[in-house]
């Protein structure tokens, strides 16, 4: 049936206005809730419709979509209005076309429709929420109290409202996606960077967690030094997620990784053509991390001219750009690890004895897994449990002679050597046990003889562990000493001693 003649079109400034509105609530209403009941009311007050709702996709029950907001319904007339299978809201999500009925009693299509006969519907109009070729819901609008309420010269409006509206609903479905992912990441950042991800019992890891814990809500400079594999970068975001500045960004980067000039631009950012494929201005990670965490892994390996630029940090809280002339401020702390003994690189002139006087104010040492006794069952343990999962998750220990084998192990790539091997055993076990044979450790490590014969002396003893132990640092004496527990200028005496013979 068509309108009437008499009946006017919309007003282009109201369809003008109430378009620009919708635009705006792009960017203002991010809460979809908020948004759907935002839409529903400016549709309405914009066509002077009495009732409305809107329908958006549903994944949460059986039916395809389901009524998110509505206005000036109560439930029974709702459920009157929605059966997909009779309604106008069904014909408008079947062919993805607007639908507009001028006076619903009259209609041939929807006059004997059960809603509208008791409800008593005047005025209809429905019109489609599309994405991409994809529809996503429908607005719902109707009159009881006027015939034609809703014309064909409404259509152009509808159609961009609706669109608008589509867009609207995706991008703050979109805001509150992030949200949400933000949030599950932060309790998993929270609960991962935990100390109670952090295991281990021993004397030597009671240590590190007693300096760790005193050091949380300060903003002092720490030190972290370990072999690799140790677990460095794991105590650093223990510190940056357990104390003040959690709720600002942790930023890690590994100071061996990249070439000097680009190292400098990672860290401390640079200016628009400060050299070739400089193409535009770049905040460095020092600005990125301005409030929070900084952590230099591998600290050691930074050259004499990064190794004056982050002294300059940590004096003056100030950076400055490849290429720039400005200095800029940064509130940052800096926490380090290195694998290396700063102070023979300090010896052999190659690190500044300053930095590490302000890097080293305070230190944690974190101890090999081999001097860690008592600590590799629950290390593995805790590592079974994390892969033995789904169609592996019968498997529920180990044998124990798996277990001798696990500590009979040098383990020279640590802790993250051993989640490696139990997690190849894991995938190559038969049986609800991890065997030796699943471990498939190298059968010289796993079995690993005395460095000594029996009957030999003492001396002869001492000074072939020391050896072994030097020969398994790779000559780093420092590394050395702290694996004996022994001093470095005892070990050199010794050293010097077994030369001279």
Not at 179 to 203: K, M, P
Not at 255 to 268: H, N, V, W
Not at 393 to 421: C, Q, S, V, Y
């Amino acid at each position: 049936m068509t309108p009437p003649d008499t009946l006017s079109a919309l007003d282009a400034q109201t369809s003008l206005e109430a378009l620009s509105e919708i635009a705006a609530l792009i960017n203002s209403v991010h809460d979809p809730e908020e948004l759907l009941e935002t839409v529903l009311e400016v549709a309405m007050q914009t066509l002077e419709a009495e009732r409305g709702f809107v329908l958006l996709e549903d994944d949460e029950s059986s039916q395809p979509f389901a009524v998110r907001t509505s206005r000036n319904f109560t439930d029974g007339q709702l459920d009157g209005v929605k059966p997909l299978s009779t309604s106008v809201v069904g014909e408008v999500l079947r062919s993805g076309e607007p639908v507009l009925v001028y006076e619903a009693d009259t209609d041939e299509r929807y006059g004997t429709t059960e809603s509208v006969v008791l409800q008593k519907i005047q005025s209809i109009a429905c019109v489609p929420l599309r994405l991409r070729n994809r529809q996503i819901g429908a607005i719902y609008l109707d009159s009881v109290t006027h015939r034609g309420r809703f014309t064909r010269e409404h259509l152009p409006f509808l159609k961009a409202f609706a669109h608008q509206a589509a867009v609207a609903i995706e991008n703050a479905q979109r805001v509150q996606t992030l949200r949400d992912e933000n949030r599950h990441l932060r309790q998993e950042v929270q609960r991962v960077h935990g100390f109670d991800e952090i295991i281990g019992q021993s004397a030597r890891m009671r240590e590190v967690f007693e300096t760790t814990s005193r050091v949380l809500d300060t903003d002092a400079t720490v030190l972290i030094e370990g072999e690799s594999g140790t677990g460095k970068e794991l105590i650093a975001r223990a510190v940056h997620y357990n104390g003040h500045r959690k709720a600002k960004p942790f930023v890690a980067i590994f100071c061996g990784s990249l070439p000097d000039e680009l190292l400098e631009s990672e860290l401390f950012g640079h200016r628009k053509g400060a050299f070739t494929g400089a193409a535009a201005d770049k905040k460095g990670l020092f600005e990125t991390a301005d409030g929070g965490t900084i952590f230099l892994d591998e600290v050691g390996d930074l050259s004499p001219k990064l190794q004056t630029a982050l002294l300059r940090v940590l004096q003056l809280g100030e950076i400055k750009r490849v290429g720039d002339t400005e200095t800029r401020r940064v509130d940052v702390r800096v926490l380090a690890a290195t694998n290396r003994s700063l102070q023979e690189l300090i010896e052999e002139g190659e690190f500044r004895e300053d930095l590490y006087y302000r890097l080293n104010t305070i230190q944690i040492e974190l101890p090999p897994l081999r001097l860690r006794h008592g600590d590799l069952p629950l290390l593995a343990h805790h590592f079974l449990d994390q892969f033995a999962k789904g169609n592996r998750a019968h498997i529920r220990g180990f044998t124990d002679e798996a277990m001798d084998a696990l500590k009979r192990h040098r383990w020279p790539g640590n802790i993250r050597e051993l989640e490696n091997a139990i997690e190849r055993a894991v995938v190559l076990a038969r049986g609800d046990l991890i065997t030796q044979d699943d471990l498939r450790l190298p059968h010289s490590e796993a079995e690993a003889p005395l460095p000594f014969e029996p009957g030999l002396p003492l001396k002869e003893i001492e000074r072939r562990i020391v050896e072994r132990t030097l020969e398994e640092h790779d000559g780093n004496v420092s590394a050395t000493a702290r694996a004996l527990d022994v001093s470095r200028r005892w070990l050199h005496y010794r050293l010097k001693e077994w030369k001279e013979e």
